[in-house]
């Protein structure tokens, strides 16, 4: 049980700065989730906190202890990799064994760890084979298992669902989720998966380019992304964004591009004046786009053509046009509409974000 | 019915010779003379037998023969074989890791290096080579052949294991140093034992190396008592007309061929593992 | 890496550059005093000689044709291994073994196949066959054609085997891919399974040289000389052991060094492609 803290962390290769003066403070027993697009630093952040990656500046504690100079074997932790780095030539007993034998542990405690696990995870059956004989899912199981035998101070996990099929993915996060609540772990967990990144973590932290982007909890993330960057990132469907020029009129602030002028909300004014006769980007969830019903005023509508439906069951996706950009509502599964129709659609403008156009920073 | 045959006549093609050396080896002088090479009639051990007699001349018929010291031939071959063994698999391991894991800049370079002196034919240089082994103190000694067989494997062994690591998911050991392995142990305990079909087909290219290999031994090792079978063939040149001697060599051969045989799934299974990438 | 690079290095370099310096001076033990320096004197020289040229030829041919044969023999071998049969694994063992069993073995089995040493009807019968031989191609021609029987079947064996664990090393779906795309096996094998094998061919034929070089070695040091033809190796060794010119011997060696080289940079680039960096 263990905080860990990185302070300006950074790491250059030889031509790529991979990591960018990260500071961050996981808290002991909990469950952080590193995410970002492919190649933003993640991995290279986790490996660093492994002792696997030499730190080129800054400094990562774990525990009360400084270990920037200790070897892995010292920083009593675990980890779970994408591949699963299961030893090819060994029974599962001995790959999840191996670390405590190396650590000494006596015969019969080994044992009694090595089946306290495999039962946690319901592998109890597959002790005597090798790893090739085993599934995906049940691979993933046993490294998981490798890391838990020992009782480490902290869990890294670098996508470890990443090579499984969609389905068994959700089960093994929902598992791992489960033991988490059970082993109380610190646990950090890099994903390049938003979705995976939201359910899991209890708090999330954005990468991109090296940068730390944002760090919060989930809905926090969802809610109030500080930039475009993040905004765009969490959320599935994407947030639409579209360039919009900032009025003001009838003292109301509005929201104007070609086929749209919105109303900014009441608590939003005083942040968009400053704007007033520039351009800032303007972002909407899809679920804050529906289609407009008679109460709707002008003031919150648009008419478009929808261009694509995209009915998942649960709910409907339309993809239509405002001005020059794609837009994606999403609407109850109820709702029929047909395809290269004219349609009239309103927007939650209580809702609506603005970037900065410039430094995409959150207004 | 024609894959059969076609098979067949693979293995006819190659096991041919063997058969044929072997029924020769198994004949007595009078049939050597007078019987059909394909066949024996009348087998006989006396050629095999013979072998273990000792190491002094005795007449035969109307000629006196020369005798070999065969046991020690023996275990000088086994020796060389041993030694070549050794020193191969110990400095291809090393070189293989260092080139395909830790990549040092240039490795490329130095892999094409060592494949490069393939095209160099060690038969022309023996004089050179002769120098060399003197300067060492190893002339007329089992460490000469040792030391020109191992850069002969060596080459080809670095390859595939470099080939083999380089591929190797590096997260593997990771895991195990994370684990509590240190370097050293993570490679004793996990990276070598992963890649013992890689080590058996090096191996087993070392010995076919150090078997093919006839003219070196007979150069390097002129001592009758420290020649290896086949070095003893060489300056024996009545040599060919013997039945005994293609007897000693066969003898010699059994238990090599046999190794190669328990062995030859895991050394195409090793070759295998070095050439699949990304694996 | 430092030990295998040491040894190769320090065991090959050395006597290369010991050829390189003698080349390029009239070392020869016939005369009294150093060895001046006479540049590239010998090279001119075997320039104007026509035996010199006549030598070239015949080992050029002689890589050419067994490197040829070998590679044909042991992909085909390889391609009919390739598939599922009943017997599959005895056949690969046929296969396996002209390799895997000692060279000194095998070279007297050829000898005696090829040049029956004692006077027997097969004897006599095989006689006439290399007396037509060497009638219609000149003398030396059965002996050329005896190593170069002897060297392919040997070194198809090694192909062969080495082929078939490059071709299990390929991904199956390609070859379920090719079927949907050519209309043949034989097209599949041009389009798919050759391009696929490039770098293991390559390889093969580094492998090639060596033992043609070593065979060619074993066989006239065993045979004591009887079995010749000129080429530049024997030439060399020739001169440079037997009359101590060893200028001219290593001159004469390192004749074919333009020609490796041009061979090298071929191979590397079919077998060690520069790759793209992994991410
Ligand atoms: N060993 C290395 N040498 C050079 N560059 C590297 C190395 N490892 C990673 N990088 C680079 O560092 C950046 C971050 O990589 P990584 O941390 O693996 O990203 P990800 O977020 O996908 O896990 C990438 O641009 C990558 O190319
Ligand atoms: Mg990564």
């Known amino acids: 049980m263990a905080q860990v803290v990185m302070k300006d962390l950074n790491k250059k290769y030889d031509e790529v700065h991979a990591v960018k003066d990260v500071n961050l403070h996981v808290r002991d027993k909990e469950f952080i989730v590193l995410v970002g697009p492919s190649g933003c630093g993640k991995s290279t952040t986790l490996r660093m906190v492994a002792g696997l990656e030499e730190i080129t500046a800054g400094e990562i504690a774990i525990g009360d202890r400084v270990v920037n100079d200790l070897p892995p074997k010292d920083r009593d932790i675990a980890m779970v990799f994408q591949n699963y780095a299961l030893y090819p030539h060994m029974t599962v007993y001995d790959n999840m064994a191996f670390g405590l034998k190396m650590r000494k542990f006596p015969k019969a405690e080994i044992l009694k760890r090595v089946q306290d696990a495999a039962e946690i995870l319901g592998i109890q059956e597959l002790l005597k084979r090798k790893p090739r004989q085993l599934s995906g899912g049940q691979r993933q199981r046993v490294a998981v298992g490798r890391a838990i035998v020992r009782h480490p101070q902290v869990f890294l996990f670098d996508e470890p669902l990443s090579n499984l099929d969609a389905k068994l993915r959700v089960q093994m996060r929902v598992e791992l989720k489960r033991l988490h609540d059970r082993l109380e772990t610190t646990a950090i967990y890099v994903t390049h998966d938003q979705v995976e990144a939201m359910t899991l973590g209890d708090r999330v932290v954005v990468m991109k380019d090296g940068w730390v982007q944002q760090v919060g909890e989930p809905l926090e993330l969802y809610g109030r992304p500080s930039n475009r960057f993040v905004a765009g990132f969490i959320g599935s469907p994407a947030m639409n964004f579209v360039d919009v020029g900032i009025s003001e009129a009838n003292g109301a602030v509005w929201i104007e591009t070609q086929g749209l002028r919105l109303k900014a909300a009441a608590d939003r004014t005083d942040r968009l004046r400053p704007y007033k006769g520039q351009k800032v980007t303007l972002g909407i969830r899809p679920e804050d786009i529906r289609l407009a019903s008679g109460s709707d005023t002008p003031d919150r509508t648009f008419e478009s053509v929808v261009e694509v439906v995209e009915p998942l069951g649960s709910e409907i996706l339309l993809d239509m046009k405002i001005a020059s950009a794609q837009m994606v509502a999403r609407v109850e599964p109820t709702v029929r509409v047909k395809v290269h129709e004219p349609i009239k659609m309103a927007i939650n403008t209580d809702r609506l974000h603005f970037f900065d156009l410039k430094s995409e920073a959150a207004i | 019915m024609a894959q059969g045959t076609l098979m067949a006549l693979i293995a006819a093609y190659s096991l041919f010779p063997i058969y044929f050396i072997t029924v020769q080896s198994l004949k007595t002088p009078q049939e050597d003379v007078f019987g059909s090479p394909l066949w024996v009639t009348d087998p006989s051990f006396e050629n095999y037998t013979e072998l273990f007699e000792g190491a002094k001349a005795r007449p035969r018929g109307f000629v006196i023969l020369p005798r070999v010291p065969f046991l020690d031939w023996l275990a000088n071959s086994a020796l060389v074989l041993a030694g070549s063994l050794a020193v191969t698999l110990a400095a291809a391991v090393l070189a293989a890791y260092a080139l395909g894991r830790l990549q040092p800049p240039g490795w490329r370079w130095w892999r094409r290096a060592l494949f490069a002196t393939y095209v160099v034919p060690h038969t022309i240089l023996f004089v050179p080579l002769y120098q060399v082994i003197i300067r060492l103190g190893l002339d007329d000694s089992h460490g000469a052949l040792v030391l020109i067989y191992s850069t002969m494997a060596l080459p080809f062994c670095v390859w595939i294991l470099s080939a083999y690591y380089q591929h190797l998911p590096r997260e593997i050991e990771e895991a195990a140093l994370i684990e509590g392995a240190s370097p050293a142990t993570a490679f004793v305990r996990i990276v070598l034992p992963m890649s013992r079909n890689v080590l058996i087909a090096a191996a087993l290219f070392t010995v076919g190396t150090v078997g093919n290999d006839f003219m070196l031994a007979s150069i390097f090792l002129l001592d009758p008592t420290k020649q290896t079978v086949a070095a003893g063939l060489g300056v024996m040149d009545v040599s060919l007309e013997e039945l005994v001697t293609v007897a000693g060599v066969n003898l010699a051969a059994i238990p090599v061929a046999a190794a190669c045989a328990v062995f030859a799934r895991g050394y195409v299974r090793g070759l295998t593992a070095a050439m699949v990438e990304g694996a | ?279």
């Open chain 3, 1 to 279: 890496m430092a030990p295998a690079l040491v040894l190769v290095l320090g065991v090959l370099a050395y006597p290369v550059g010991w050829e390189v310096w003698v080349s390029l001076t009239d070392f020869s033990t016939r005369l009294d005093g150093p060895p001046s320096f006479v540049g590239l004197a010998n090279y001119l020289a075997l320039g104007r000689e026509p035996e010199f040229w006549h030598a070239l030829t015949v080992t050029v041919a002689y890589f050419v044709l067994t490197t040829g044969l070998k590679l044909a023999i042991g992909t085909a071998m390889a391609v009919a291994l390739a598939g599922p049969f009943r017997g599959r694994a005895l056949v690969f063992l046929a296969v396996f073994l002209p390799w895997a069993y000692p060279g000194s073995v095998t070279v007297i089995a050829w000898f005696w196949m090829l040049n029956p040493p004692l006077l027997t009807s097969y004897a006599v019968a095989m006689g006439g066959v290399k007396h037509a031989f060497d009638g219609l191609f000149g003398t030396g021609a059965w002996a050329f054609l005896s190593v170069a029987l002897f060297n392919v079947w040997r070194g198809a064996s090694f192909t062969a085997v080495f082929l078939l664990a490059g071709l299990n090393a390929l991904p199956t779906e390609l070859f379920d891919y090719a079927r949907l795309e050519t209309r043949n096996a034989w097209q599949r094998f041009l389009a798919v399974t050759l391009p696929l094998l490039r770098p293991y061919l390559a390889l093969a034929v580094f492998l090639s040289f060596t033992t043609a070089f070593a065979d060619l070695a074993n066989v006239w040091m065993l045979t004591g000389g009887r079995i010749v033809f000129p080429v530049l190796g024997t030439q060399a060794y020739w001169l440079g052991i037997r009359n101590g010119q060893f200028a001219e011997a290593a001159a004469r060696s390192l004749s074919l060094v333009p020609l490796l080289v041009l061979a090298l940079v071929v191979l590397f680039r079919w077998f060690d492609p520069p790759r793209e960096r992994a991410a």
